[in-house]
């Protein structure tokens, strides 16, 4: 067995009960396949194989994706790739992975943003988990929080110890099972994404300060936007929730007309 790679967050999963919870929760459906994200060593890619669905796993290291290909041979298709940038699956798709911590996030991002993934189970680290169910005014609500109800119903489905990994990492984790819904807002979706970042730019200022100059808006016109939204005035971000954004999203947007 070769050395676990820190550069690659290898902190293999070593806790057979929490691997078959986490497979269990994958639960395809009639037309859906699997995409694993970072195989490993394969802890869950062998239980993942026995849901009898065609399954892609991609792996960066290309030592352990070769050791994947000559375990699994033709039951697995390995992509040795890095899943920030992959090619994701072209047919529906349910994604689960331990994801590295330093990729989680962004790795986390674009597969809930793929129209083809119809739920992801994805371990991280606790704290992003937290941030993923946080609710208005919860220390852990912010941009990721808003981001995910985007795309996404966030639910825990466990947390870990760091025992239950080798090496143990320094933090706890978290498995989330993250389910698409519909579109729960109405503006157009890169100018909200747009608008709830720079409305967290300093998460302890009020709305109107860090949105004043962002598109050119005057503190004025954020001023009246606000109001137009039937937001308080000295509204901050982290109370808002994502049907407010979408309010005040379209109140600046009719501004612009
Ligand atoms: N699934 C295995 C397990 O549970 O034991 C391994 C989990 S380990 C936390 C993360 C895995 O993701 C490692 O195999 C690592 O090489 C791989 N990895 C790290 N960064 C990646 C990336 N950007 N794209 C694809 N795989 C990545």
């Given at each position: 067995?070769?050395?676990?790679?820190?550069?690659?967050g290898q902190n293999f999963l070593r806790n057979r009960g929490a691997a078959e919870r986490i497979v269990a929760a994958v639960e395809p459906r009639d037309g859906e396949i699997v995409l694993e994200i970072g195989p490993g060593e394969g802890a869950l890619t062998e239980k993942l194989l026995d849901l009898g669905r065609p399954t892609v796993a991609i792996e960066i290291d290309p030592e352990l994706a070769a050791r994947m290909r000559s375990r699994f041979g033709d039951r697995l298709t390995v992509v040795n790739a890095d899943a920030i940038d992959a090619d994701l699956p072209q047919q529906p798709y349910r994604a689960v992975g331990n994801l590295p911590y330093n990729a989680g996030t962004p790795i986390l991002r674009r597969v809930i943003a793929d129209p083809r993934c119809r739920r992801a189970v994805f371990m991280l680290?606790?704290?992003v988990a937290e941030r993923l169910v946080a609710?208005?005014?919860?220390?852990?609500?912010?941009?990721l929080t808003l981001y995910a109800q985007l795309f996404a119903d966030s639910r825990i489905l466990m947390t870990l110890e760091p025992k239950s990994f080798h090496p143990a990492p320094k933090?706890?984790?978290a498995v989330v099972v993250l389910d698409p819904v519909p579109p729960r807002y109405t503006c157009d979706r890169e100018r909200l994404i747009a608008l709830i970042s720079a409305s967290f730019r300093m998460r302890r200022k009020k709305l109107v300060n860090n949105l004043t100059d962002w598109l050119d808006l005057s503190r004025d016109a954020v001023h009246e936007?606000?109001?137009a939204a039937g937001l308080p005035e000295g509204v901050r971000a982290e109370e808002m929730s994502l049907q407010e954004f979408d309010a005040l999203c379209r109140a600046i947007a009719h501004r612009e007309l």
């Open positions: 067995m070769s050395k676990p790679k820190k550069k690659w680290q606790k704290e609710h208005p005014r919860d220390e852990p609500y912010g941009y933090v706890r984790s936007a606000i109001a």
